[in-house]
């Protein structure tokens, strides 16, 4: 059982930075791999960006239209996952969600879920 709690979300302007962390509970937190996905409203849940499970390197994958702007990391010994992103644009706006399961870059590979956090960007 993996429980995920979600920060760092806020009002920010276009071209700012910030970043999400994601804190895991469990002691399997480095089995899994973990994901960030984001929803606006009225639109369907969209991958951002996703890192591998293991002890010490990871591979990380990002959707190609947000590659450059932002960078999944993990920190095992703190079992948090972070998305920073910057140069945030005002379609960056939407509820992100960190998830933990078998990986891949549909929500469907993914078995636990935080609660989400809410980013707005104004223009």
């Known amino acids: 059982q993996v429980q995920l709690v979600e920060s760092g979300g806020g009002l920010v302007q276009a071209g700012d930075s910030l970043r999400l962390s994601c804190a895991a509970s469990g002691r399997t937190f480095r089995s899994y791999a973990m994901g960030w996905f984001r929803q606006a409203p009225g639109k369907e849940r969209e991958f951002v960006a996703r890192i591998s499970w293991g002890l010490y390197t990871y591979n990380t994958y990002y959707s190609d239209s947000l590659k450059g702007r932002f960078t999944i990391s993990r920190d095992s010994a703190k079992n948090t996952v972070y998305l920073q992103m910057n140069s945030l644009k005002p379609e960056d706006t939407a509820v992100y969600y960190c998830?933990?399961?078998?990986?891949?870059?549909?929500?469907?590979?993914?078995?636990?879920w935080g609660q989400g956090t809410q980013v707005t960007v104004s223009s």
């Open positions: 998830a933990a399961g078998g990986g891949g870059s549909s929500w469907s590979g993914y078995e636990y």
